[in-house]
């Protein structure tokens, strides 16, 4: 069973409009969540990260949303840049698991200049 | 080194062979991970080391797989008896302990023929 759902595969935005990545999960134990930047070749990269305490988390242009009663967490990336395309991963943490990550299927994002 | 190496970062091997793939942490992380990555999916936990000792294989999927870290730096995961279906990334990350966040190696790329 997925656990972590990314339910579109790709998205394709222009550069300078807004990026919204979404992400839903079924477990209701876990209690941090994470996204992850990925490019050919390369190891997944921590890019940000929010507790279940927290509604919002802001880094620059990366904020995550969390919607704990919906089971829902978005990225949003603005203004989105083209060196912004790669897979993006939302993982989960469960508080009973000893650091082990539930990653979701990934969204390929391009940002066309 | 800086960063989190794998090596080799290409494997191809025969169907029934044995295949041993290596993992040069961070040096002074004590936590170590191995996930597996097949086409179009995120990352799958394999097993957890904490020191030395395997602290959650749980995710590893049947007894061909073993996974060792005998003085608590190097990990390797070793494959018996390949199948086709073990072709995927195979990534490593290590992190200084189990609730902070990790960094991911490149992978290796292993492909079973």
């Known amino acids: 069973d997925q656990q972590v759902k990314q339910n579109s595969p790709s998205l394709s935005v222009q550069e300078g409009r807004i990026s919204i990545l979404n992400c839903d999960y079924t477990?209701?134990?876990?209690?941090?969540f994470l996204w992850y930047k990925k490019y050919p070749a390369e190891g997944p990269t921590f890019l940000i990260s929010i507790s279940s305490i927290k509604d919002k988390n802001e880094d620059g242009r990366f904020t995550v949303f969390l919607n704990k009663s919906a089971k829902h967490l978005s990225l949003h990336i603005v203004p989105s840049q083209p060196g912004d395309s790669a897979v993006y991963f939302c993982?989960?943490?469960?508080?009973?698991?000893?650091?082990?990550?539930?990653f979701g299927q990934g969204t390929t994002l391009q940002v066309k200049p | 080194g800086a960063g989190v190496s794998q090596t080799p970062s290409n494997k191809v091997t025969e169907k029934g062979k044995y295949v041993e793939l290596r993992c040069d942490p961070i040096s002074g992380h004590t936590a170590l991970y191995w996930y597996r990555q097949s086409l179009g999916q995120g990352p799958e936990f394999l097993i957890y080391f904490q020191g030395t000792g395997a602290a959650d294989d749980s995710g590893l999927p049947n007894d061909r797989f073993f996974a060792v870290r005998p003085e608590g730096s190097v990990s390797t995961l070793k494959i018996q008896r390949t199948e086709r279906g073990d072709s995927a990334v195979y990534l490593c990350?290590?992190?200084?302990?189990?609730?902070?966040?990790?960094?991911f190696g490149s992978g290796t790329r292993l492909t079973v023929v």
């Open positions: 477990n209701s134990m876990f209690d941090y």
């Open positions: 993982a989960a943490k469960n508080p009973s698991n000893t650091g082990k990550l539930i």
């Open positions: 990350a290590s992190s200084p302990g189990q609730n902070y966040g990790y960094t």
